[in-house]
Nanobody, 125 residues
């Protein structure tokens, strides 16, 4: 059974930083592209960042470029999202997802096969 478990969400002031983690089990983590998506209250889910299986390709939404960094540790079956210079508009539930296409760091949610339950990030102004 595949499980993706996010952690690290919190309440933080604008300008602050958080690091989200997503621990994977039940799949061969090292061959999956991993992505982060988010959904704010009343809005559709949106792409945040993705990283391919070898970490040779990353992809970011324009809204987070230069502020967020995605990384992975295949030995720990974990993907991370370092979020700096947080803004109130970053407030959302953040989800990690796994895509079995190794090379392409997709921004399309429908291409991902497995999803976590999400972790809440609240950025106060």
């Amino acid at each position: 059974q595949v499980q993706l478990v996010e952690s690290g969400g919190a309440l933080v002031q604008a300008g602050g930083s958080l690091r989200l983690s997503c621990a994977a089990s039940g799949l061969t983590f090292g061959v999956y592209t991993m992505g982060w998506f988010r959904q704010a209250l009343g809005k559709e889910r949106e792409f945040v960042a993705a990283i391919n299986w070898r970490a040779s390709t990353t992809n970011y939404a324009d809204s987070v470029k230069g502020r967020f960094t995605i990384s992975r540790d295949n030995a720990k079956n974990t993907v991370y999202l370092q979020m700096n210079s947080l803004k109130p508009e970053d407030t959302a539930v953040y989800y990690c997802a796994a895509d079995d296409s190794r090379w392409y760091a997709s921004s399309t949610g429908s291409e991902y096969d497995y999803w976590g339950q999400g972790t809440q990030v609240i950025v106060s102004s």
